[in-house]
């Protein structure tokens, strides 16, 4: 009997239940029990769209579930700074290594983080603690739940997955090949995990602010939360995001190393999704109702100024919309997030140019943080041009690519609304001028993508960490201070969902090491 069986279907016959159903019983017969279906995947490269099923023996092997988690209420404290995939992540293995986690969130709730969300899109009200990036479950949980990750050790994918499972996920996410959650389902989840937590002994504690540290010999004595609690400590986990500005402000004020790192801006483009799956799924009308809404991943070197520059397509959102996720007042921030069945009438895709030292060195008096002030003021120079709430400026692409004032745009999903602007005016020199030719290239590459019923809406700017916070490379500490632990997306080490929730888990076994021999 073979191990691993793959087959080229249609569309219909792999996501519709009964075809599916009569096709495991041709092709297995009796044997369907002995396998299961390990990945999934379209191939759109020709004009008859396919999909790639592949069926491998069962094979006895132990699943994650609820029954590893242990009882931690009097065990040893570990303090987790933010509740994002890195921090609940770590909380839910610490658990599991007999360690108590107490993780501190300076946000709300899933459930009462919705009315900071209603609130910023609705009357352009912008809580700084409580917003598209802070709150339970971090960036990824309101924008997109996308679970994309480029790690090649794929048990550590798996078990992230299956705890996923575990608290609620679909069984999906185990075999697609680019598993996806959304936006609407992604709260519930992150509440189970914050239920299992708490429900072994570890604590998670809301409207929780870090404002202080106290360091003896190299080392954090203590924490403080919203100026007024002060806590013991033996061991910090630092999951923030790559948004707390102010808490890398602490950092560089407390003289903790951190390092400017390059990112990358831009703008997020919105196309109808029919545009893009008629160009991906080369139909003529509507796409078959038995495929997804289809996506693109864009790259392109580009020539400027004696250097090649990279624009690349960046957390593609199809049947999405477009969301406001500034930090705080008077700046303009946007970001792209799918409901899980990806089903509105727009495709959004972040565009965005790698900026480095050469574009930070304005800011340069301000030392380590000089990338993050350089990203502060692209996204106040943004709000200034309409300087109406949350209203972002934007423009029709082809006007964008050919520097021509919009002077009306298309319907949007962008709820806050939009102002016809020339974003070339609000956009550093080389970000827009590398950002045009790179528009051109992707036009050649997908025929249709070029359009005015395309538009380009700023600022895409929060693509990762303008901060990296060094560790050592095995015990996952510091380099100076030996129990604050960096970990995820904010510190430099993850970029999306999986790669922190990979990493504040293995930043969690760094601990139990850590504090086995304290």
């Known amino acids: 009997m073979k191990e691993q069986l793959d087959f080229r279907v249609s569309p219909k016959k792999a996501f519709n239940e009964e075809e599916f159903a009569l096709f495991i019983e041709r092709e297995f017969g009796e044997n369907a029990p002995l396998y299961e279906l390990s990945k999934r995947s379209i191939d759109a490269r020709k004009r008859d769209v396919i999909v790639l099923l592949r069926f491998v023996l069962k094979k006895e092997q132990e699943v994650w579930n609820k029954g590893l988690?242990?009882?931690?209420?009097?065990?040893?404290?570990?303090?987790?700074?933010?509740?994002?995939?890195?921090?609940?992540?770590?909380?839910?293995?610490?658990?599991?290594?007999?360690?108590?986690?107490?993780?501190?969130?300076?946000?709300?709730?899933?459930?009462?983080?919705?009315?900071?969300?209603?609130?910023?899109?609705?009357?352009?009200?912008?809580?700084?603690?409580?917003?598209?990036?802070?709150?339970?479950?971090?960036?990824?949980?309101?924008?997109?739940?996308?679970?994309?990750?480029?790690?090649?050790?794929?048990?550590?994918?798996?078990?992230?997955?299956?705890?996923?499972?575990?608290?609620?996920?679909?069984?999906?996410?185990?075999?697609?090949?680019?598993?996806?959650?959304?936006?609407?389902?992604?709260?519930?989840l992150i509440a189970d995990m914050r239920e299992s937590i708490k429900s072994c002994g570890g604590e998670v504690h809301f409207n929780s602010k870090l404002t202080d540290l106290e360091i003896s010999s190299d080392e954090i004595t203590s924490i403080t939360i919203n100026g007024n609690e002060t806590i013991k400590t033996k061991a910090v986990?630092?999951?923030?995001?790559?948004?707390?500005?102010?808490?890398?402000?602490?950092?560089?004020?407390?003289?903790?190393?951190?390092?400017?790192?390059?990112?990358?801006?831009?703008?997020?483009?919105?196309?109808?999704?029919?545009?893009?799956?008629?160009?991906?799924?080369?139909?003529?009308?509507?796409?078959?109702?038995?495929?997804?809404?289809?996506?693109?991943?864009?790259?392109?070197?580009?020539?400027?100024?004696?250097?090649?520059?990279?624009?690349?397509?960046?957390?593609?959102?199809?049947?999405?919309?477009?969301?406001?996720?500034?930090?705080?007042?008077?700046?303009?921030?946007?970001?792209?997030?799918?409901?899980?069945?990806?089903?509105?009438?727009?495709?959004?895709?972040?565009?965005?140019?790698a900026v480095d030292e050469q574009d930070f060195a304005p800011f340069n008096k301000h030392g380590n943080l000089r990338a993050m002030y350089y990203q502060q003021a692209v996204e106040q120079k943004m709000y200034e041009v309409v300087a109406q709430g949350q209203v972002a400026p934007a423009q029709r692409l082809t006007d964008f690519v050919h520097n021509v004032n919009s002077t009306n745009l298309p319907e949007t999903s962008y709820q806050p609304g939009l102002a016809p602007t020339n974003l070339r005016d609000a956009l550093p020199d080389k970000v827009q001028r590398v950002l045009k030719e790179g528009f051109k290239s992707f036009g050649n590459k997908m025929r249709g993508y070029m359009t005015d019923e395309a538009i380009v809406v700023g600022t895409e700017s929060r693509t990762s960490s303008p901060v990296k916070i060094p560790r050592e490379k095995e015990e996952k500490y510091h380099i100076r201070i030996k129990n604050l632990f960096p970990s995820g997306e904010g510190a430099g080490y993850a970029g999306g969902i999986m790669s922190a929730a990979i990493d504040g888990e293995k930043v969690a076994d760094a601990i139990s090491i850590k504090l086995t021999n304290y």
């Open 69 to 188: 988690l242990q009882n931690v209420a009097k065990a040893t404290e570990v303090h987790i700074i933010g509740s994002g995939p890195a921090g609940i992540f770590a909380g839910i293995r610490m658990i599991e290594l007999g360690l108590k986690p107490i993780i501190f969130e300076r946000g709300n709730d899933v459930k009462d983080r919705r009315r900071d969300l209603a609130n910023i899109n609705k009357n352009h009200i912008v809580n700084p603690d409580s917003n598209y990036c802070f709150g339970e479950g971090g960036a990824g949980t309101y924008s997109d739940g996308k679970l994309y990750t480029r790690s090649k050790k794929r048990g550590d994918v798996n078990r992230v997955l299956e705890i996923m499972v575990a608290h609620g996920a679909t069984k999906n996410i185990l075999i697609d090949a680019h598993p996806h959650i959304g936006t609407n389902k992604l709260p519930k």
């Open 237 to 353: 986990l630092l999951a923030t995001g790559h948004s707390a500005r102010d808490i890398f402000e602490l950092l560089e004020k407390k003289k903790i190393e951190i390092e400017a790192k390059p990112f990358a801006l831009g703008v997020r483009v919105e196309h109808p999704q029919n545009i893009i799956d008629k160009i991906q799924y080369k139909c003529t009308t509507d796409r078959s109702e038995y495929l997804p809404a289809s996506s693109y991943g864009l790259v392109s070197q580009i020539h400027y100024q004696g250097t090649n520059h990279g624009v690349f397509s960046f957390c593609m959102c199809p049947g999405g919309f477009i969301v406001p996720s500034a930090t705080q007042d008077k700046e303009i921030v946007v970001n792209g997030m799918s409901p899980s069945k990806r089903d509105s009438k727009y495709a959004n895709s972040g565009i965005v140019v």
